[in-house]
């Protein structure tokens, strides 16, 4: 009987080996940091939240005369700008459809969110948040707080519904149940985010919301989004109280939006653009 090798066989399986280890570890690998694109964003907008006084130390120059850095209040995102006692809901469509069109809305929602909630002075005496997610159903994401690390916590875990349909009417009386109907305080907002039409009425339940002496903000993004039903939730005037914008760009309506609740509950609003910077020169 003819001698065989068996190095031959070995070494194949070997290699095969090999390769399907360095598959499986760049495909962990990639998943591992999809998983963790989302929150590390969400921390890193609330990482010293709530303390516009750090940063602006003085530092001397060459000619001995004391020089201001570059201001975090000049950048605008990273200091609160609203000072208000205020309950501020959110109300997010969250159905399936929201990334077929555009891959990567729904994360731009929740960044969204956080950088509103980065522009107010979060406690439990001052701006509260909760957030409702919805499709056809309607889900707490978190309740009205004042804690910070809830708040980031929360939004770190949002995650796109599985059902393609969106019901924003029930998610308004969800919102309403969940997040205001208990709160003592006088000032309450409720902002909706919607990028298509609702399938069931939306009227009936904001006018009954907006009765109760809650105001409405309606946001409309993308291409799909039912212009009548967002003025018919929206407070009235209705120019004030309804955003449009396509995904990419809603980002850039933070400060109006939040300059608008702010003010709108007599709180304390102090523009991105004039605030001074808070070490001293000379």
Not at 65 to 94: I, M
Not at 179 to 184: E, G, M, R, V
Not at 201 to 227: E, H, M, P, T, W
Request: positive net charge.
């Amino acid at each position: 009987m003819p001698h065989r090798s068996v190095m031959g066989p070995l070494r194949v399986l070997y290699i095969s080996i090999v390769i399907f280890h360095v598959a499986l570890t760049k495909q962990a690998n990639s998943e591992q940091d999809q998983s963790q694109t989302m929150p590390a964003a969400i921390d890193l907008l609330f990482q010293n939240s709530n303390s516009p006084h750090k940063g602006g130390t003085p530092v001397t120059g060459q000619s001995g005369f004391r020089k201001c850095p570059p201001c975090p209040y000049r950048k605008g995102p990273k200091a609160p700008v609203c000072k208000a006692t205020v309950d501020l809901g959110f109300v997010l469509e969250s159905s399936s459809n929201i990334d077929r069109v555009e891959p990567g809305s729904f994360r731009r929602l929740i960044q969204f969110v956080g950088l509103i909630a980065r522009k107010f002075f979060i406690s439990e005496d001052k701006a509260r948040f909760g957030v409702v997610t919805y499709s056809s159903r309607p889900k707490l994401l978190f309740g009205m707080t004042g804690n910070i690390s809830t708040i980031a916590r929360g939004l770190r875990n949002a995650k796109v519904h599985r059902e393609p349909i969106a019901k924003t009417g029930i998610a308004l009386k969800f919102a309403y149940r969940q997040l205001l109907s208990t709160s003592s305080r006088f000032n309450k907002v409720l902002v909706v985010i919607t990028d298509g039409s609702s399938s069931d009425s939306v009227s009936n339940i904001a006018k009954a919301i907006k009765g109760r002496g809650i105001q409405i903000l309606s946001v409309g993004v993308g291409r799909y989004f039912d212009i009548h039903q967002l003025n018919a939730m929206a407070s009235r005037p209705v120019l004030y109280h309804v955003f449009t914008g396509q995904f990419s760009k809603i980002i850039h309506t933070r400060n109006e939006l939040v300059k608008k609740i702010c003010l709108g509950v007599g709180g304390s609003y102090i523009s991105p653009s004039k605030r001074p910077c808070l070490c001293k020169t000379g």
